[in-house]
């Protein structure tokens, strides 16, 4: 059962407009997300992330929010860039053991000059 | 430039053959990991080593066994592989203190079976 769901398996956007990547989770024991971006042949980069206590983090041209409630989270990206096109990976861990992280199938962006 | 360190790059190796992956970083992390990823696919999580302590153990198959010699270092020796076992392996590495502490990876290793 995939407790961490990105049902948008790729995403296109123009140059400068806004990427929203989408992300639902069932576990309600969740307490902090992270999102990654992979480019391909290369490991995960961490982007951003976000505790279970907060409703929005930002860090220049990305912000995540998350609505507790409706156990969902997006990342934002404006402006959108070439360079941003890669695979982005939304991740959860509990706080019973917080090494351990469970993956979203990931979203392929794809960014169009 | 990636501060965690993964050597091979590639690898090829027939299935008898024994070869050890290295990962290294210098970042003060006292928690490093080991997955596995297969295209299009998130990483999997193999293990997981906590000061230098195997914490976590996924079930892995035993032809895969890992080793952490010190705080920097961690391998992943490999034994009687089999051709599904051809994947991307990602060596990761993250402070253990506080929640939430992201995971820093390596660019990987890719390794072939034939």
């Known amino acids: 059962d995939q407790q961490v769901k990105q049902n948008s398996p790729s995403l296109s956007v123009q140059e400068g407009r806004i990427s929203i990547l989408n992300c639902d989770y069932t576990?309600?024991?969740?307490?902090?997300f992270l999102w990654y971006k992979k480019y391909p042949a290369e490991g995960p980069t961490f982007l951003i992330s976000?505790?279970?206590i907060k409703d929005k983090n930002e860090d220049g041209r990305f912000t995540v929010f998350l609505n507790k409630s409706a156990k969902h989270l997006s990342l934002h990206i404006v402006p959108s860039q070439p360079g941003d096109s890669a695979v982005y990976f939304c991740?959860?861990?509990?706080?019973?053991?917080?090494?351990?992280?469970?993956w979203g199938l990931g979203t392929s962006l794809a960014v169009n000059p | 430039d990636t501060e965690v360190t993964q050597t091979p790059k590639h690898l090829v190796m027939g299935m008898t053959n024994k070869k050890s992956l290295k990962c290294e970083q210098h970042?003060?992390?006292?928690?490093m990991y080991w997955y596995k990823q297969k295209a299009k696919k998130p990483p999997e999580l193999m293990f997981v080593?906590?000061?230098?302590?195997?914490?976590i153990n996924e079930s892995v198959p035993s032809r895969f066994s890992p080793e952490c010699p010190n705080s920097s270092l961690l391998n992943l020796h490999l034994h009687a592989l089999q051709p599904e076992d051809s994947a991307l392996y990602l060596c990761?590495?993250?402070?253990?203190?506080?929640?939430?502490?992201?995971?820093?990876f390596g660019d990987g290793t890719r390794l072939s079976i034939l």
């Open positions: 990761a590495s993250s402070l253990l203190s506080g929640r939430g502490q992201p995971q820093h």
């Open positions: 970042m003060g992390h006292r928690a």
């Open positions: 080593y906590s000061y230098e302590k195997l914490s």
């Open positions: 576990n309600s024991m969740f307490d902090y």
């Open positions: 976000i505790s279970s």
């Open positions: 991740a959860a861990s509990t706080a019973g053991n917080n090494r351990k992280l469970i």
